[in-house]
């Protein structure tokens, strides 16, 4: 056991070599001329933007994605290079900045362009249209409008996108409305191309759109879950037969351990009654770690390679688990609450199943007091 674990109470481990391994899979299947644009929004979906650029930069990867002008004025800060693009709103009074720190910006429509435009600041943007997601961009209706973009003489547009809703959904249904989502977005840039307009680079498909629409040829596929190896939803069904490894752990440790007797409840609520006596390990993180609330009572953790189920209601700071049938357990042993300790694997996939959510949004809200430590170096970023 390394030194460092000791002083910890709970950390997230991050393996880069999965993360390497991931985006070469992932590179298998893009077409030759696609280029991989990391999407590290949401501190790297949890797992720390900064740490995880750098190593794609080392990898050879230098376009990124992220939400915010914030997000993306700390990845250059700390040293990432190459194309940072802003998925989301800046306000308009901020060019300056997307200016110096040489982002680019979404334009998510005319009125904002002209917004923009109206700094007097040249700045790089790509124009976000609307193919059926109706989120951000115009429409092929609104057509005119994404024309007049092209004039505006701030706003140096070297790229366009779009989203797909449903391209994680295999049914007739959703695999029609992303064709036709496909064939809109095609349309749009036929439109503007045969008008004279140079639309520079084109790009649709985030992860679901790769694994499953595999046979579209862009100049980006923008990737997030996958990069990470995980998939949003348990059942989600892919096309593509990938092997992508979690590049995400997170761990604890036993802070106590004690006793209970027959009928006797534990934790806020008393929601949970014992059987029989009863051995009970506290650990020390809760759900202001971002572990939800609704697993008590119903999640589990790995203790010694064996199942602990998690008992009582989890608190903002710790829960209890229930450890009768682990032999020897004891203070400081090492608790897997996401990933895999022995022949057991918790996957942040049935975490996200028990909370009714996916395992992007259980990622993205990890705490941000849990320390980020990069497997096997033991330093933390
Ligand atoms: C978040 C986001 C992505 C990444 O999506 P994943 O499903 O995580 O790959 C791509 N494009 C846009 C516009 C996004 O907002």
């Not at 990391?38 to 650029?53: E, T």
């Not at 009074?93 to 910006?105: D, G, T």
């Not at 092929?140 to 701030?154: C, M, N, R, T």
Request: a negative charge; hydrophobic letters at 40%.
């Amino acid at each position: 056991m390394n030194e460092y674990y000791d002083q910890k109470r709970c950390w997230i481990e991050i393996d880069l070599q999965a993360l390497e391994h991931n985006v070469n899979q992932l590179l298998k299947l893009m077409k030759s001329k696609e280029q991989f644009m990391a999407v590290i929004k949401a501190d790297g979906y949890g797992h720390g933007a900064v740490l995880i650029g750098k190593k794609l930069n080392q990898l050879g990867i230098n376009h990124f994605a992220v939400a915010t002008l914030a997000e993306a004025m700390t990845l250059r800060e700390c040293g990432i290079k190459g194309e940072i693009l802003i998925l989301g709103y800046t306000n308009p009074a901020m060019a300056y900045q997307i200016k110096e720190y040489q982002l680019i910006q979404s334009v998510i429509d005319y009125q904002y362009a002209r917004l923009l435009n109206e700094q007097h600041i040249d700045i790089q943007v790509h124009l976000v249209v609307d193919s059926g997601m109706h989120r951000l961009g115009h429409t092929i209706d609104e057509i005119d409008d994404i024309k007049a973009i092209y004039g505006l003489s701030y706003l140096h547009v070297c790229g366009i996108y779009s989203h797909l809703c449903v391209a994680d959904d295999l049914s007739i249904v959703s695999q029609n409305y992303t064709r036709k989502q496909i064939s809109t977005f095609f349309d749009m840039i036929d439109q503007l191309q045969s008008r004279g307009f140079d639309v520079g680079k084109i790009h649709l498909q985030s992860s679901y759109g790769l694994l499953n629409y595999s046979y579209l040829d862009c100049d980006y596929v923008r990737i997030g879950i996958s990069l990470y190896g995980v998939q949003s939803s348990k059942d989600d069904q892919i096309r593509l037969d990938i092997d992508l490894q979690p590049v995400l752990s997170l761990k604890a440790k036993v802070a106590l351990i004690h006793d209970i007797q027959e009928n006797e409840t534990i934790g806020y609520g008393r929601t949970y009654k014992s059987q029989k006596k009863e051995k009970i390990a506290v650990i020390p993180i809760g759900y202001a770690d971002g572990l939800p609330r609704c697993l008590s009572n119903q999640g589990q953790v790995i203790i010694r390679g064996q199942i602990a189920p998690i008992v009582g209601r989890i608190c903002m700071d710790q829960m209890m688990v229930d450890v009768t049938d682990i032999d020897h357990v004891q203070c400081d042993d090492i608790v897997t609450i996401i990933g895999q300790d022995g022949k057991n694997i918790q996957k942040v996939e049935t975490i996200a199943y028990q909370a009714q959510t996916i395992s992007n949004e259980i990622l993205c809200r990890l705490g941000h007091r849990i320390p980020r430590i990069v497997k096997g170096d033991y330093y933390e970023v």
